[in-house]
């Protein structure tokens, strides 16, 4: 059915191309501006203006700390960016690590080879993980232990979105998106013959080494092709103490006593030598590598290009201790993946038509002691067929359909049903400027299937309809200045983990209970923020609220069953509440162009369960501070963030220590901002720190890296 379905998708797109008017179109295909290239003279530093990357009305962003503010004309709810020297600077495998450092964006920290990102205190199906706006068509939502199958060492540019904007994607806007953007199909023709984009780095923590190379070659006058790899590899991860935290090494103390007691020191002995590790984190070692290519015809009435991608990820879990000797788990991860994009220049109503089609076979195997146990299987196609209107005066906006399947099966550890996921969807987004004030709305509808397999009586599965709608509304009563406000109503739909999990998963080291008999989780989200630059300023501040019923959430029991933790779903009321805050003000700045800027930031989010108090793995108050120096060659910034303690969690779970990292990094441009090499010296976690995120299931055994000293080399010539 998948091939099928491909197949078809494929065709339409090139009888639609086949059939476009060229003689209205533009010379290039008008897709979105391409992201500014890595470590190019496109990219933009901190505090810094972008005079090359515009939107579709040609106004230029400003970049501050990662987010993209413009005082004119913006999204109502601006999204998060991260591009050029510092995604270079962030390079790491997992896209959860690369994003951690953004407003409001942590990681599930779950292992160093498996971190997806945590927006606003969500995770897992919350938060929809794509490239370029299809998803990754892997297993990461279904378990904190799967990594994301995205090459992120040849990602151009990663944006996080929140507000009605999402619903071009999702029915649950609460959480948000990351979109990571690539130019795996070309969009536009190269402007020199060949293109090649580089990048290299090792660091200390884990002796790693990401390296990862990109070639663009215009074939003919409207034929461009596109070639990338990508290779990572790390050692046990070294940090700054104790691997256990204190109220855990506690308990575990205590139960190695009793083990004395009763007559097993074989016991006490292994769970002593866990309790008391010191300086690595075993067994948290990875490695992958990735290449792909792609083809595209481009000419004045669109384009039509294919791509595929061959993805492997290998990488250990961080064992709990145990009275059991060590069996260390390791994941080994596979994806094929097939992309196809075709857009065709209409020059009516409607000025633009994209396809974009995507099938990905992925598997994943749990080892143990070399032997693959549980496996798991997931193919996916995803489609989607958007619809951009033409402007006429300050309307605008764009309308599609979306089509979704997912095949999942497992062989091995009976944790949950094989199942098959389906979903169909439309939606509209329209936006409309009128003077100072622009307005913008978002309907999308969605009908989502869950189909169990050996459930006998209970195959016939569930079945569900979302409805999902945003509104905002934007004043620019100065073209410095933009306050808007954003309100949504998201649904979402229980996946088939949630439904039907039931079973001790050994590489979450956790026994988890599902319940078939949930209903459609409803979320109401009102956003409010103020935007603001100047010559020597730019901030944005961004307070939101979130009531969810029947919200999701797996809560530790205090059982534990074969001595792993027993986490039971349940479902019912929730409460988000939350604040971003971030400012840059170039303290100095000389007529050569060189600045200093100070900059600083700061998130939270307080979120509690109805009649159940915390919930689960929130992360704490962050405040940073920093200063950057910017000149034409060299680029300085040092920074220290506070993370503050986490008191609030939940019954069975320990509170997280407070702690603050020092980093600090230099770029050298030995050519000048527009020269083709940067190198890049940076610092994380200076003073060695022992911290531990509050996103993280196995935080208790799995710290963060110690001092990391890092150096990068980007390449475009």
Same mark, same amino acid.
């Given at each position: 059915?998948?091939?099928?379905?491909?197949?078809?998708?494929? &065709?339409?797109?090139?009888?639609?191309?086949?059939?476009?008017?060229?003689?209205?179109? *533009? &010379?290039?295909?008008?897709?979105?501006?391409?992201?500014?290239?890595?470590?190019?003279?496109?990219?933009?530093?901190?505090?810094?203006?972008?005079?090359? %990357?515009?939107?579709?009305?040609?106004?230029?962003?400003?970049?501050?700390?990662?987010?993209?503010?413009?005082?004119?004309?913006?999204?109502?709810?601006?999204?998060?960016?991260?591009?050029?020297?510092?995604?270079?600077?962030?390079?790491?495998?997992?896209?959860?690590?690369?994003?951690?450092?953004?407003?409001?964006?942590?990681?599930?920290?779950?292992?160093?080879?498996?971190?997806?990102?945590?927006?606003?205190?969500?995770?897992?199906?919350?938060?929809?993980?794509?490239?370029?706006?299809?998803?990754?068509?892997? @297993?990461?939502?279904?378990?904190?232990?799967?990594?994301?199958?995205?090459?992120?060492?040849?990602?151009? %540019?990663?944006?996080?979105?929140?507000?009605?904007?999402?619903?071009?994607?999702?029915?649950?806007?609460?959480? #948000?998106?990351?979109?990571?953007?690539?130019?795996?199909?070309?969009?536009?023709?190269?402007?020199?013959?060949?293109? +090649?984009? *580089?990048?290299?780095?090792?660091?200390?923590? *884990?002796?790693?080494? $990401?390296?990862?190379? !990109?070639?663009?070659?215009?074939?003919?006058?409207?034929?461009?092709?596109?070639?990338?790899?990508?290779?990572?590899? @790390?050692?046990?991860?070294?940090?700054?103490?104790?691997?256990?935290?204190?109220?855990?090494?506690?308990?575990?103390?205590?139960?190695?006593?009793?083990?004395?007691?009763?007559?097993?020191?074989?016991?006490?002995?292994?769970?002593? !030598?866990?309790?008391?590790?010191?300086?690595?984190? @075993?067994?948290?070692?990875?490695?992958?590598?990735?290449?792909?290519?792609?083809?595209?015809?481009?000419?004045?009435?669109?384009?039509? #290009?294919?791509?595929? %991608?061959?993805?492997?990820?290998?990488?250990?879990?961080?064992?709990?201790?145990?009275? !059991?000797?060590?069996?260390?788990?390791?994941?080994?991860?596979?994806?094929?993946?097939?992309?196809?994009?075709?857009?065709?220049?209409?020059?009516?109503?409607?000025?633009?038509?994209?396809?974009?089609?995507?099938?990905?076979?992925?598997?994943?195997?749990?080892?143990?002691?070399?032997?693959?146990?549980?496996?798991?299987?997931?193919?996916?196609?995803?489609?989607?067929? +958007?619809?951009?209107?033409?402007?006429?005066?300050?309307?605008?906006?764009?309308?599609?359909?979306?089509?979704?399947?997912?095949?999942?099966?497992?062989?091995?550890?009976?944790?949950?049903? $094989?199942?098959?996921?389906?979903?169909? *969807?439309?939606?509209?987004?329209?936006?409309?400027?009128?003077?100072?004030?622009?307005?913008? #709305?978002?309907?999308?509808?969605?009908?989502?299937?869950?189909?169990?397999?050996?459930?006998?009586?209970?195959?016939? #599965?569930?079945?569900?309809?979302?409805?999902?709608?945003?509104?905002?509304?934007?004043?620019?009563?100065?073209?410095?200045?933009?306050?808007?406000?954003?309100?949504?109503?998201?649904?979402?739909?229980?996946?088939?983990?949630?439904?039907?999990?039931?079973?001790?998963?050994?590489?979450?080291?956790?026994?988890?209970?599902?319940?078939?008999?949930?209903?459609?989780?409803?979320?109401?989200?009102?956003?409010?923020?103020?935007?603001?630059?100047?010559?020597?300023?730019?901030?944005?501040?961004?307070?939101? @609220?979130?009531?969810?019923? $029947?919200?999701?959430?797996?809560?530790?029991?205090?059982?534990?069953?074969?001595?792993?933790?027993?986490? %039971?779903?349940?479902?019912?009321?929730?409460?988000?509440?939350?604040?971003?805050?971030?400012?840059?003000?170039?303290?100095?700045?000389?007529?050569?162009?060189?600045?200093?800027?100070?900059?600083?930031?700061?998130?939270?989010?307080?979120?509690?369960?109805?009649?159940?108090?915390?919930?689960?793995?929130?992360?704490?108050?962050?405040?940073?501070?920093?200063?950057?120096?910017?000149?034409?060659?060299?680029?300085?910034?040092?920074?220290?963030?506070?993370?503050?303690?986490?008191?609030?969690?939940?019954?069975?779970?320990?509170?997280?220590?407070?702690?603050?990292?020092?980093?600090?990094? +230099?770029?050298?441009?030995?050519?000048?901002?527009?020269?083709?090499?940067?190198?890049?010296?940076?610092?994380?976690?200076?003073?060695?720190?022992?911290?531990?995120?509050?996103?993280?299931?196995?935080?208790?055994?799995?710290?963060?890296?110690?001092?990391?000293?890092?150096?990068?080399?980007?390449?475009?010539?």
């Amino acid at each position: 059915m998948h091939k099928s379905t491909l197949a078809a998708s494929t &065709a339409l797109s090139a009888v639609l191309l086949a059939f476009s008017n060229p003689a209205i179109a *533009a &010379a290039e295909d008008p897709a979105s501006p391409a992201p500014a290239a890595t470590g190019g003279p496109q990219a933009a530093s901190p505090g810094q203006i972008s005079t090359t %990357q515009t939107d579709d009305a040609g106004h230029a962003p400003i970049v501050v700390t990662g987010r993209l503010i413009s005082g004119d004309r913006d999204a109502i709810v601006a999204p998060v960016v991260i591009n050029g020297e510092d995604l270079a600077r962030r390079a790491a495998a997992q896209i959860g690590s690369v994003l951690a450092h953004l407003p409001g964006v942590s990681t599930s920290g779950f292992a160093p080879g498996a971190s997806r990102p945590v927006l606003r205190g969500f995770d897992g199906p919350r938060v929809q993980v794509l490239t370029d706006g299809l998803g990754a068509l892997d @297993a990461s939502s279904v378990s904190a232990d799967h990594g994301v199958a995205i090459d992120t060492l040849n990602v151009e %540019q990663i944006e996080v979105l929140h507000g009605p904007e999402v619903l071009l994607y999702a029915a649950d806007p609460a959480g #948000g998106a990351v979109n990571a953007l690539d130019r795996r199909i070309p969009r536009r023709m190269p402007d020199k013959p060949i293109t +090649v984009n *580089a990048l290299g780095a090792y660091g200390s923590a *884990a002796d790693s080494v $990401n390296l990862g190379g !990109a070639v663009d070659v215009a074939l003919a006058p409207r034929l461009a092709a596109h070639f990338d790899a990508s290779y990572n590899r @790390a050692g046990d991860v070294r940090v700054g103490g104790n691997v256990v935290s204190d109220p855990l090494r506690a308990r575990l103390r205590a139960e190695a006593d009793d083990l004395t007691a009763a007559g097993d020191p074989e016991g006490a002995a292994n769970l002593t !030598a866990g309790l008391d590790a010191r300086g690595r984190l @075993a067994n948290s070692w990875a490695r992958g590598s990735a290449f792909g290519g792609g083809l595209a015809f481009i000419d004045s009435g669109g384009s039509l #290009g294919v791509s595929v %991608q061959r993805l492997n990820s290998d990488y250990g879990i961080p064992p709990r201790p145990s009275p !059991a000797a060590p069996d260390p788990v390791s994941l080994s991860l596979r994806q094929t993946r097939y992309d196809l994009r075709g857009s065709v220049n209409l020059g009516g109503f409607f000025d633009r038509l994209e396809a974009r089609v995507a099938y990905g076979d992925y598997t994943h195997a749990e080892i143990e002691d070399g032997v693959a146990g549980t496996r798991f299987f997931n193919k996916s196609i995803e489609s989607r067929f +958007v619809l951009t209107q033409a402007r006429h005066g300050g309307w605008r906006g764009e309308s599609g359909i979306q089509y979704g399947t997912r095949n999942f099966r497992i062989e091995g550890e009976p944790l949950l049903p $094989n199942s098959v996921t389906e979903r169909i *969807a439309g939606f509209t987004r329209q936006q409309l400027s009128l003077g100072p004030v622009d307005l913008e #709305g978002s309907l999308r509808g969605e009908h989502v299937s869950v189909k169990p397999k050996g459930l006998g009586a209970n195959d016939s #599965g569930r079945s569900f309809d979302l409805f999902a709608a945003g509104a905002g509304i934007a004043w620019h009563p100065l073209e410095s200045v933009t306050l808007s406000l954003a309100a949504t109503h998201g649904e979402r739909a229980p996946t088939a983990e949630e439904l039907y999990i039931d079973g001790l998963h050994d590489a979450t080291q956790s026994y988890e209970r599902g319940n078939p008999a949930f209903r459609i989780e409803r979320s109401n989200t009102v956003e409010a923020g103020l935007r603001y630059h100047s010559d020597r300023f730019a901030g944005a501040f961004t307070a939101y @609220a979130t009531d969810f019923s $029947n919200f999701i959430a797996p809560i530790p029991t205090g059982e534990r069953i074969e001595g792993a933790p027993v986490y %039971q779903y349940i479902q019912l009321p929730a409460k988000f509440r939350g604040l971003e805050a971030e400012g840059s003000w170039k303290a100095l700045t000389w007529d050569d162009g060189r600045s200093l800027s100070l900059e600083s930031a700061v998130d939270y989010v307080h979120a509690s369960l109805t009649g159940s108090g915390p919930a689960p793995r929130i992360p704490p108050l962050r405040v940073r501070g920093g200063v950057t120096y910017e000149s034409d060659r060299v680029g300085a910034n040092i920074e220290a963030i506070v993370h503050a303690r986490q008191d609030r969690v939940t019954t069975y779970e320990n509170p997280v220590g407070s702690y603050t990292l020092l980093n600090a990094n +230099v770029t050298w441009r030995p050519m000048g901002k527009n020269g083709p090499l940067a190198l890049i010296l940076s610092g994380d976690n200076l003073l060695d720190k022992v911290g531990r995120l509050a996103t993280s299931e196995t935080r208790d055994f799995v710290p963060i890296a110690g001092r990391d000293i890092r150096l990068t080399a980007t390449l475009k010539i």
